[in-house]
């Protein structure tokens, strides 16, 4: 069974103050790797895609990348408009996402 | 934008009736999904569809569940004798092709009294 886990579970930052996120996984065969964004009563928002070791993707603020065994997502000089939940997901096959519990990302102006 | 949109946004139900949760994917996306969040836990998978087929269900999916495309913009949930358990958010979402980004919609909150 697909094993995600997401850390730390809550992160609260100084505007400015840059930090990463954690997700490692374990997975038979890693078919991708998906990072969203949720707001409290919201749907997850799509931010990124990873299919292999040493790939990298940047959305703004936002930057993610993927080892054999994690992937992290860094946050460069946050707003408080980045504040939300932001979730870790892999597919092993064509249909399923197997979710991480999150980390609660809070930015204080 | 396109988006996945669904209706209604909140439904409240007494224990045992039947709900339908409806969805309208993205027009130019070939597979749907419904996924459940229930309150402080992980999004979790119910079911994928694909060609007027289920592709794959968890063991969360069983014979309370059924999923439907009456037409061709939507998708439904249905839940045939709701339990207290089944109170959560249900998500759907959809994708252009199976081994891409799956876009979900804004949810239905389902509250079972």
């Known amino acids: 069974e697909d094993q995600v886990t997401q850390s730390p579970e809550a992160l609260r930052l100084q505007e400015g103050e840059s930090s990463s996120l954690n997700c490692s996984y374990t997975?038979?065969?890693?078919?991708?790797l998906f990072w969203y964004r949720q707001d409290p009563g919201k749907g997850p928002e799509f931010l990124f895609t990873l299919y292999s070791a040493g790939e990298e993707k940047e959305k703004e603020r936002l930057k993610a990348t993927l080892t054999k065994k994690e992937s992290f997502l860094h946050i460069t000089a946050p707003k408080p408009e980045d504040s939300a939940t932001y979730l870790c997901?892999?597919?092993?096959?064509?249909?399923?996402?197997?979710f991480g519990a999150g980390t609660t990302v809070t930015v204080r102006a | 934008e396109p988006e996945v949109t669904q209706t209604p946004s909140h439904q409240v139900t007494q224990m045992g009736q039947e709900v339908i949760l409806r969805c309208v994917p993205i027009?130019?996306?070939?597979?749907f999904y419904w996924y459940r969040q229930i309150l402080g836990q992980k999004v979790e998978f119910l079911v994928s569809?694909?060609?007027?087929?289920?592709?794959?269900k968890s063991e969360i999916f069983d014979d309370q569940f059924s999923v439907e495309r009456p037409d061709g913009s939507n998708f439904t949930l249905k839940i045939r004798s709701t339990k207290l358990e089944d109170s959560a958010m249900y998500f759907c979402?959809?994708?252009?092709?199976?081994?891409?980004?799956?876009?979900f919609g804004p949810g239905t909150r389902l509250t079972v009294t």
């Open positions: 997975v038979s065969g890693l078919r991708g």
């Open positions: 027009s130019n996306h070939l597979y």
């Open positions: 979402a959809s994708s252009v092709l199976a081994n891409y980004e799956q876009y």
């Open positions: 997901a892999v597919r092993d096959n064509d249909y399923k996402l197997s």
């Open positions: 569809f694909y060609n007027n087929e289920i592709s794959e």
